[in-house]
């Protein structure tokens, strides 16, 4: 169990964080990380039972689900024109994070309705309508909702096509309405979403939030607070801390905004007060994740929590999930669920049997926080040498893999897997089963396989590492950290154009440079307040893989992509995948960061250790022409 001592600060905490999820106001909206609903009017339930009178019509729906006590709510949008005795195929669809469902037609479900699918958008669990608190896909609660929902669809919708005994069905969405399809995809015993096609959708929650031990806590923040943190001035008039908790949680859990539920707000909020994420908090989230079905996991105890309520486990151990063709797309720019995640689940459900494809493009989960988003970074380019403003990540792209519209190819899909006219998806995608890799805007190359490794480069560095000097050493420039041989390291300057797409190896073996505990005798591992004060072995270090085109002063990261690595020792790890076209005469670096905005709470602590030297090499995928099939698309 958790040590109870601090328990008020934990639970105050949280507590804190569920107001602010809440908002100032009981109206919708909040941040959609992905693609959200519209909320206009709602045209209410349908009031002619024939179906084919009913053809182009809409309705809301209420499914109630009796193992789990929610009720799911869902617009029904009838195909635009039925006739007596065809059947047609469903497809699903669902919201991001903070969205709602779609209670009037989008133009590609418009588009889907008029080629003769049933289309239904379904408000998730705690979000729009849907009853119940957020707990971010649990398969008891989420998983069980989701085919509460198919069971509705096959025993209401009447002219629905079936296929070898199962109906068809299809979906798609992005970011937690790409998790919805995945989990259903696996948890569902009588599989009968066979065909997806999710977007910057992650493989294992554990790696998204916490990757390498490090919280990231600048999404963590923007995921429990839902877009909105207001300013909050508390007062306790002489209450107690349990008895303030009990009141600030009963009036965030009144709101509808955004239903979090304390057991997710407490993970993050407790890992945000003791700098890492409890064993608990960390089960659930594997729980919570794809990888637990694809790697038939046995989910962890989640007894340690204060007020959260742990999940049953009743998809204990994972099943693995079963044939379906996927349509997987994903973000280089994404820093929340990044290329990594779409590899994981490309390769997981390539081992399952179905047809999968993989493409990739600019945009994602992207908080443009940057100069570069006010037109200003090349114009203050010379004042780089001196000093660094730091940003979140610059501005994504489009919905596209070079010339490729992913929405055509969503919808040639779609006609190829569930109507069975292939000649759709080849005029829409005409690489086949070739991997897309978007390096910018309009431009893209195809691959048989993304790269891992790469040409090696040697690491000698030195780096500041606690929260005051990481701070402070973050907002230098090129001319003072240079000269020092501290935070860049120039790798190579290419001779001629290049193209760096893959995933890059890292192996680095990270020391002190001084530490005070070492000099005063005593033990590494001492702890005075465990995640409080400074144990004097907590280095956090984030790598990132930069490029310096020619004539420029700053450093760019790569894809805005960084890499933590926490603790002393040697680690051997993946970076986050990357892809970007080089002009010759780009110089190529490994910069290192003791804080960036990304992870704006999650630093060391470690007062003790002022700096740290990294030592070994790192891998780059800087692919020649026999690793391309296609360049340009």
């Known amino acids: 169990m958790r040590d109870l001592s601090v328990r008020p600060l934990i639970t105050a905490l949280a ?4 107001l602010a999820a809440c908002g100032g106001g009981s109206g919708g909206g909040g941040l959609s990380l992905g693609p959200g609903g519209d909320n206009g009017g709602d045209p209410g339930d349908p ?11 809409s309705y809301r729906q209420a499914i109630q689900v009796p193992s789990t006590g929610d009720t799911l709510i869902a617009q029904v949008f009838e195909p635009t024109t039925v006739t007596e005795g065809e059947t047609y195929p469903l497809v699903l669809h669902s919201h991001g994070y903070g969205g709602s469902r779609n209670v009037t037609p989008s133009d590609f479900q418009q588009r889907l309705r008029d080629a003769g699918y049933y289309v239904i958008s379904f408000d998730q669990r705690g979000f729009g309508e849907s009853s119940g608190t957020v707990r971010i896909q649990s398969p008891d609660f989420e998983g069980l909702d989701l085919i509460a929902l198919l069971d509705w669809t096959e025993a209401n919708l009447e002219q629905l096509a079936y296929r070898d005994g199962r109906m068809v069905v299809g979906s798609y969405g992005g970011s937690y309405g790409g998790m919805y399809q995945v989990l259903l995809a696996a948890a569902d015993p009588e599989q009968r979403l066979r065909v997806i096609a999710p977007d910057i959708t992650p493989h294992d929650l554990t790696f998204s939030l916490n990757p390498g031990g490090a919280i990231k806590s600048g999404w963590a923040l923007a995921l429990i607070a839902g877009g909105e943190l207001p300013l909050l001035g508390l007062a306790t008039g002489g209450a107690g801390p349990e008895a303030l908790v009990d009141e600030l949680v009963t009036l965030a859990l009144e709101r509808q905004n955004l239903r979090q539920d304390p057991l997710i707000v407490e993970i993050l909020a407790d890992g945000a007060l003791t700098n890492r994420l409890s064993e608990s908090g960390r089960n659930l989230l594997a729980y919570h994740s794809f990888r637990h079905f694809c790697d038939a996991q046995v989910a ?9 309520t742990p999940d049953p486990r009743a998809f204990s151990p994972g099943t693995p999930p079963p044939a379906v063709d996927a349509l997987i797309t994903q973000g280089f720019k994404d820093t929340l669920f990044n290329v990594n995640e779409a590899l994981e689940n490309y390769s997981c459900l390539r081992q399952a049997g179905g047809d999968v494809r993989l493409l990739t493009h600019q945009t994602g989960h992207v908080l443009p926080a940057s100069l570069e988003t006010l037109g200003l970074e090349d114009p203050l380019d010379p004042f780089y040498a001196a000093i660094n403003p730091p940003a979140f990540q610059d501005s994504g792209g489009s919905f596209s893999c070079g010339g490729l519209d992913l929405d055509d190819v969503r919808f040639g ?10 000649a759709a998806l080849d005029s829409a995608l005409p690489i086949g089963d070739e991997i897309c890799l978007s390096l910018a805007e309009g431009d893209a190359i195809t691959v048989d396989e993304v790269a891992a490794g790469g040409t090696s480069f040697d690491l000698t560095m030195t780096t500041e590492t606690n929260s005051l000097t990481g701070v ?3 907002l230098a420039g090129g001319q003072v950290l240079e000269p020092l041989e501290l935070g860049t390291t120039l790798l190579t300057t290419v001779d001629q154009p290049r193209i760096l797409a893959g995933v890059p190896r890292l192996s680095v073996t990270v020391d002190p440079v001084i530490s005070l505990l070492g000099d005063l005798g005593l033990d590494c591992a001492l702890e005075v307040l465990p995640g409080l004060l400074p144990t004097g072995c907590d280095p956090i270090l984030l790598f990132a893989v930069v490029q310096r085109p020619p004539g420029q002063q700053r450093w760019d990261m790569v894809d805005d992509q960084l ?3 926490r603790g002393f020792d040697t680690h051997e790890l993946d970076m986050v995948a990357i892809a970007e076209r080089l002009p010759a005469g780009t110089e190529l670096g490994l910069q290192v960061f003791g804080f960036h ?18 030592e070994g090499r790192v891998q780059l995928p800087l692919l020649g022409p026999g690793d391309i099939v296609r360049d340009g698309i």
């Not at 962890?300 to 959260?308: S, T």
């Not at 899909?413 to 292939?422: N, P, Q």
């Open 563 to 565: 890499t933590p690595v």
């Open 300 to 308: 962890g105890p989640q007894d340690g929590f204060v007020v959260g």
């Open 597 to 614: 905005p990304q992870y704006p709470v999650t630093l060391s602590r470690d007062l003790l250790v002022p700096a740290v030297t990294t």
């Open 47 to 57: 009031g002619n039972p024939d179906p084919a009178s009913r053809a182009g019509e």
């Open 15 to 18: 507590a804190l964080f569920l």
């Open 472 to 474: 402070l050493a973050s």
């Open 413 to 422: 899909w779609f006609e190829a897997k569930l109507k069975r006219d292939s």
